[in-house]
């Protein structure tokens, strides 16, 4: 199959995103500039983390005018599964693909480390190489992760199963302690109601190797590979 | 903008006198102003110069030393490496985030104006005490700035040091280090190359920030430098961003003859510096020059440090493809002017011809001074210093004290802000190992990068000092199982036009020179930053080495972590008792002095080859060199991040523990190995001559040290790591 890394100025994890795919997934991967005005020929596109724009305004308030941002809609309208890392989730927020807002950290300040995630379903084209409530650790990178919705917002999430990935302790407890930006129900990462569309601001692709010091993101891009290719053969 | 004289912009009297003996006439504002920024001493190097022709800059190794944007070594299979570190100390003390920041950019540009894609950013910071709120608001920005600029390109910062000490109070110390990779036969120089090429300018717009930043950075910090923040410039890290990628895409397509970023002294330096090369001229027309301000003049413009510029020179018949990558990355590129064959450097506003100067009278012939250094009265008297006869104390409290101190604290709070994983080659984290290693996609190889300076030591003995640096960079590079290659370093000094900052200057230099010689680590480039006093007086003087190293095998890394319990604790190098300059005696005793303890220079270079040798052969599993803290908080570090206990025992006698425990002397490590490789590492051990000593084992969930069956330290490895892990984050809530 083959996957389409969506590059924006700014990008700067479009590179680790396609070298994820392409040697690790080993999967057809092609770059796609923000001034393409068609995804014709992917099967699944990444929007991958950096500073679009150099975020001046808002993360990811820029990007979502880029040319090829129509395109990359319209293949989400249409079920194509899209992720978006980090910068990707805060520009799939603007876009209005997914719910909710981005603040800054609680901190106030850059945070990147490894956190641990809770896999909260396994049902989804994302995650159903993941156990249910496995526990993933993969990296945070970012000042604006502090994930926030309105309490309706919150709940239809929450009744539509949309929460893939909660922030959690070693115990897989969704603690304070354990949520390191503030996010709202500590949310790392979410699905629109079809789900085909992923946000998520930790980075899978920074742990897909065993040398990187684990590969519990692989899981995510061989889900899809997976779901991809099951709906191919049917 | 207010006119200045000569004597305001640096130049001394006798200076004006040459500028006028080589023009034959009065130079005119603006020629006032390109001097005055060229002959600088950060641009200049005129009191630098004559001692940094003391170190080696050659080796097999080295593909481009010192003369550069910046120095490259060979890494094998057609890859080399393009490094180096520079200062930026004085704007960082007016204008921390800002400072910090556009230090960042500055050295990015040097590394990728030489063709190399930048993987990787460390840095070395100095900060007065952070009981101080001033200090730890400088401490906030500055780390803020280089996480603010350093994330948003998307290069990591992989590694790094940071210290606390008065004599930083109101000028820190702010060194970033960069590190790129460039394929050899795409390696870019910064020369001009036929009359009539045209002169690119690409990137951000020239405003008036930065003006005479050079010549602020080449004097002392007063109470009015905070006047001069017009000097500090602004970062536009998304810029820097599309002009990395813009111009890597000119160089892979061979677009370009000549390429050179635009730093310190602006347009005026960067255009001196292609021309001169070559003995060429150049003319250049100001009214061409994007501006981001209205009625800016041709000083000001020439001089403006304004970020995120870059200077091509396209190959002929290029320029249109040249204008079609920019123009995909949204840049502006626009012809500002030409080169010539004349040696002359003209300056035109419009039709009229402005300014006029010889080129080389700008570079080559800005003065040299050959000072004469004078041993300050400190030295003797604090290296005789008694520290024999302290009073007691008790070692655990000892060991607590150390761990909280925020010199030896986790740094946790500071590189958590920083990217250190974008890109996915970091293999070593920052604080997992002694160095930060990351590997080299779709090959085994790995890089090990540092950075070291302990300035306290170099304070009390300038040279023994200056070599400390040196060894304990390659010594942390051997740790992590990487062979030194070579290094860059950042001389930050005071005043030098005195006499005892000069003789610090000069012993520090020259101990490095010996040691890099003996180490077989040329210097490939670097930066001097001098003046860093402040109304009360100067600071430690502090030349920052940055090493990087190579492991042909990147599976052969190793960290400072314990592995496995039972695992054999042992002390490679010997048992040494010096307790001058330590970190201990200056937190429990209050004391900075002593005589600093000596590397001997070939058994530093015995150590760093049998590492190497037990690393290649997965003899060890773990290693981690002795440094500030000494044995008791090498061992405590090594349990904290193994998340394991130990037990040990303390070779010497009773009368000597505390100082077994916290020397800090040199050429010493300690490493953990599984049992059944004690007997091979005995015998490589006595092959290179070195001693090793057995401590103990790796095991339970306490430290403990004893001696002659007393036990000494007894402590909880979970409080240990609690006390080490929160105190700077305490201190910085």
């Known amino acids: 199959m083959k996957f389409g890394v969506v590059v924006f100025p700014g990008s700067n994890c479009d590179a680790d995103c396609y070298h994820v795919i392409r040697n690790v997934a080993q999967q057809d991967v092609e770059y796609i500039w923000h001034q393409q005005h068609d995804v014709k020929g992917f099967d699944a596109l990444v929007l991958p983390g950096g500073f679009s724009y150099g975020d001046y305004l808002r993360t990811g308030a820029i990007a979502r005018f880029s040319p090829v941002m129509p395109a990359v809609i319209e293949f989400a309208r249409r079920g194509g599964p899209v ?5 990707g989730f805060q520009i799939l927020l603007e876009a209005g693909l997914l719910p909710g807002a981005m603040l800054r950290n609680r901190s106030l300040t850059f945070i990147c480390e490894t956190v641990n995630l809770r896999v909260n379903r396994t049902d989804t084209m994302f995650t159903n190489r993941y156990a249910k409530d496995q526990i993933l650790q993969i990296p945070i990178a970012h000042g604006e992760g502090n994930y926030y919705c309105d309490n309706d917002t919150l709940k239809r999430l929450q009744d539509n199963q949309q929460i893939l990935f909660t922030y959690c302790d070693s115990e897989g407890r969704e603690t304070e302690e354990a949520n390191p930006n503030g996010s709202v129900a500590n949310i790392a990462g979410i699905i629109n109601e079809q789900g085909n569309v992923l946000g998520m601001m930790p980075h899978p692709e920074r742990c897909s190797e065993p040398i990187l010091g684990g590969s519990d993101g692989l899981g995510i891009f061989l889900s899809v590979i997976d779901w991809c290719q099951g709906v191919s053969r049917k | 903008m207010k006119e200045l004289t000569y004597r305001q912009m640096g130049l001394l009297d006798e200076e004006y006198q040459q500028i006028k003996a080589i023009l034959g006439r009065e130079p005119n504002y603006l020629e006032t102003g390109m001097f005055a920024v060229m002959w600088s001493e950060h641009c200049g190097y005129k009191n630098s110069r004559p001692l940094l022709k003391m170190f080696p800059t050659e080796g097999p190794q080295v ?9 490259i ?7 080399a490496l393009v490094f180096k570190i520079e200062s930026h100390n004085h704007p960082c003390a007016i204008e921390p985030y800002q400072g910090a920041a556009t230090g960042v950019g500055g050295i990015v540009r040097d590394i990728f104006t030489m063709g190399a894609r930048p993987i990787a950013l460390l840095n070395s910071l100095r900060f007065g005490d952070l009981e101080n709120a001033r200090v730890r608001q400088l401490f906030r920005g500055v780390v803020a700035g280089i996480a603010g600029y350093g994330n948003c390109l998307g290069i990591p910062t992989v590694g790094g040091e940071v210290y606390f000490h008065p004599s930083y109070q109101e000028n820190p110390l702010v060194n970033a280090m960069c590190v790129g990779l460039v394929n050899r036969d795409e390696i870019a120089l910064a020369v001009a190359s036929e009359v009539g090429s045209p002169i690119m300018l690409v990137g951000a717009k020239t405003g008036r920030d930065g003006i005479h930043g050079a010549t602020f950075a080449s004097e002392e910090l007063t109470d009015s430098s905070a006047e001069k923040r017009p000097s500090v410039q602004v970062g536009d890290p998304f810029m820097e961003k599309l002009l990395i990628e813009a111009c890597l895409e000119l160089i892979r397509e061979d677009l370009v ?13 960067s255009i001196a510096e292609t021309a001169s090369k070559k003995g060429l001229g150049v003319m250049v027309d100001v009214t061409k020059v994007p501006l981001r301000e209205e009625g800016m003049t041709p000083y000001e413009i020439m001089l403006s440090e304004s970020q995120e510029r870059m200077l091509i020179v396209p190959r002929p018949g290029k320029e249109e493809r040249i204008a079609e990558i920019f123009a995909k990355w949204g840049l502006d590129a626009v012809v500002i002017g030409k080169v010539t064959g004349d040696g002359m450097f003209k300056v035109y506003e419009g039709e009229v011809l402005v300014g006029e100067v010889p080129v080389t009278a700008l570079t080559e012939g800005c003065p040299v001074y050959v000072r004469q250094g004078i041993e300050p009265p400190y030295y003797q008297e604090l290296k005789a210093y008694d520290i024999d006869n302290l009073p007691d104390y008790d070692l655990q409290e000892a060991l607590l004290q ?17 990217d250190h994983q974008v890109m996915t080659n970091t293999v070593i984290v920052p604080g997992d190992g002694d160095a930060a290693v990351l590997r080299i996609k779709s090959t085994d190889k790995g890089v090990a990068l540092t950075t070291d300076c302990n300035s306290r030591m170099v304070y009390l003995d300038p040279y023994r000092g200056g070599k400390l640096a040196v060894c304990e960079a390659a010594r942390n590079l051997a740790c992590c199982g990487a ?14 036009e005195k006499p005892h900052i000069y003789w610090q200057m000069q012993n520090a230099i020259r101990g490095m020179a010996d040691a890099a010689r003996v180490l077989n680590t040329p210097v490939v480039s670097g930066n001097v930053s001098l003046y860093n006093e402040s109304t009360t007086a100067a600071v430690f003087p502090t030349p920052v080495v940055g090493m990087v190293g190579l492991l042909q095998d990147i599976n052969q890394r190793c960290t400072m972590s314990f592995q496995d319990e039972g695992d054999m604790i042992v002390l490679l190098g010997q048992i040494r008792t010096e307790l001058g300059g330590s970190e201990y005696l200056a937190v429990c005793h209050r004391i900075e002095a002593g005589e600093v303890p000596d590397a001997d220079l070939d058994e530093e270079s015995r150590l760093i080859e049998m590492l190497l040798e037990l690393c290649a052969k997965g003899l060890i599993k773990s290693a981690h060199d002795i440094s500030e803290g000494g044995l008791a908080v090498a061992l405590t570090e090594s349990a904290i991040k193994g998340q394991m206990g130990f037990r040990a025992e303390l070779p010497g006698t009773a009368e000597q ?9 040199p050429t010493r490590v300690v490493m953990s190995l599984a049992a059944e490789n004690l007997e091979a590492v005995e015998e490589i051990a006595s092959r290179y001559q070195l001693p090793l000593t ?40």
């Open chain 2, 63 to 71: 593909i481009q030393g010192p003369g550069e944007n910046a120095g």
């Open chain 1, 83 to 87: 992720i978006g890392i980090c910068n």
């Open chain 2, 257 to 269: 003859a000549g390429m050179q970023d635009l730093g310190a002294a602006g347009l005026t330096s």
């Open chain 2, 402 to 418: 150390l761990l909280s101190s925020p010199n030896i604290a986790s740094k946790k709070w500071v590189y958590r802000q920083y």
């Open chain 2, 483 to 496: 062979r030194p290659l070579a290094l860059t370093n950042c001389l930050n000094f005071g005043n030098p």
């Open chain 2, 694 to 733: 057995i401590l103990g084992r790796v095991g339970g969930r306490r430290l403990m040290i004893s001696n002659g069956g007393h036990m000494l330290i007894d402590l909880d490895l979970d409080q240990a790591a609690k006390t080490w892990g929160e105190a700077l984050t305490c201190i910085m809530k």
């Open chain 2, 73 to 79: 070594v060979d890494i094998g299979d057609n890859q």
């Open chain 2, 657 to 665: 523990v505390t100082q077994v425990l916290f020397s800090e002397a």
